[in-house]
């Protein structure tokens, strides 16, 4: 049965979300701890990076990037399934480079000028500069300490999900792959979707990969179909888009659920 969601339903599934982030059970893979301060956000973030078992200098491998990814968040179970994926030959060994919260719904924010918004995220609009933080302080920090090529993704859930959709339309440039799961986009009255379409037509010749989700959550899969339908009709193609619907998953459910069909579909083979 879908669920309707009202707006303290959506801000109680926004506490629980983080509830599980910041008490993850997960078995913590082994990783590096990187602390830079950032003069961009006028404070210091701490990343959490995981390379894989045979890595070597001699070699260039792509990164996995991932807000929400303190050794508290989702970086536990994101590394732990990367590496059983690439064991077993499903996806290429890469790096995966964890972004740790400090201000989680300001830096994953745009504007909003929605009431029922500034209840659930007092402090906003954060997302552009932390987009300008991840590329002009931690892409630089990251290429000079390991051996990467120019190969790039991004990967997230919720909030960090409308982080993602909205990167994509608005510096398609920074990232190849764009991997979002059950995003938030009812957020500012859904205007990333209401303006998917004048995004698309005008959208990089750059070839792009994206995947999104839909769980059983009003407030999210509405607008999620809505997106499909955008880049149904109006997709280039020069972006490989899939959409999956999963109405027999939770909001709180659904990245453990579909996170291994994303990383098949989406990253480097």
Same mark, same amino acid.
């Given at each position: 049965?879908k669920i309707?969601?009202?707006?303290l ?16 059970t ?5 990783h ?13 973030? /701490?990343?959490?990076?995981w ?11 792509p990164?996995?990037?991932?807000p ?7 970086f536990?179970?994101? $590394?732990?399934t ?7 030959g499903?996806? $290429?060994p890469?790096?995966l480079v964890?972004i740790?919260n400090?201000?989680?719904?300001r830096?994953?924010?745009?504007l909003?000028d929605?009431?029922?918004? $500034?209840?659930?995220?007092p402090v /906003?609009d +954060?997302?552009?500069?932390f ?15 390991y ?8 990967? +997230?859930e919720?909030?960090?999900g ?8 608005l ?20 205007q990333?979707?209401?303006?998917a379409? @004048?995004h ?5 010749d750059?070839p792009k990969k994206i ?14 179909e809505?997106?499909?339908? @955008?880049?149904?009709a109006? @997709? ?9 619907s999963?109405p027999k ?8 659920a ?11 083979k």
């Open positions: 049965m309707r969601l009202s707006g339903i959506i801000v109680f599934l926004i506490l629980i979300s983080a509830c599980q982030q910041t008490t993850s997960n078995p913590i893979p082994k590096e701890i990187i602390t830079i301060d950032s003069k961009v956000l006028n404070e210091k973030r /701490t990343i959490t990076v390379t894989p078992t045979d890595y070597n200098s001699a070699n260039d491998y990164v996995l990037y991932m929400d990814g303190g050794i508290k968040e989702d536990p179970h994101i $590394a732990t990367i590496a059983e994926l690439i064991d077993k499903d996806i $290429a890469l790096i964890g740790e400090t201000v989680r719904r830096d994953l924010t745009g909003s929605v009431k029922q918004d $500034a209840e659930i995220a /906003t +954060g997302s552009t500069e987009r300008k933080f991840i590329e002009t302080e931690l892409f630089p920090d990251i290429e000079n300490r051996s990467t090529n120019n190969q790039r993704a991004i990967i +997230g919720s909030v960090a409308l982080f993602i959709v909205e990167t994509f339309f510096r398609p440039e920074m990232f190849d792959i764009y991997l979002a799961i059950d995003p938030s986009l009812w957020w500012n009255n859904n990333l979707v209401q303006n379409t @004048a698309l037509q005008n959208y990089t750059k995947w999104f989700t839909g769980s059983d959550a009003e407030d999210i899969y509405l607008h999620t809505a997106l499909q339908k @955008a880049f149904t109006n @997709a280039p193609d020069t972006i490989e888009w899939t959409y999956l999963q998953e939770h909001h709180h459910t659904i990245f453990k579909t996170k291994v069909k994303a990383f098949k579909w989406g990253l480097w």
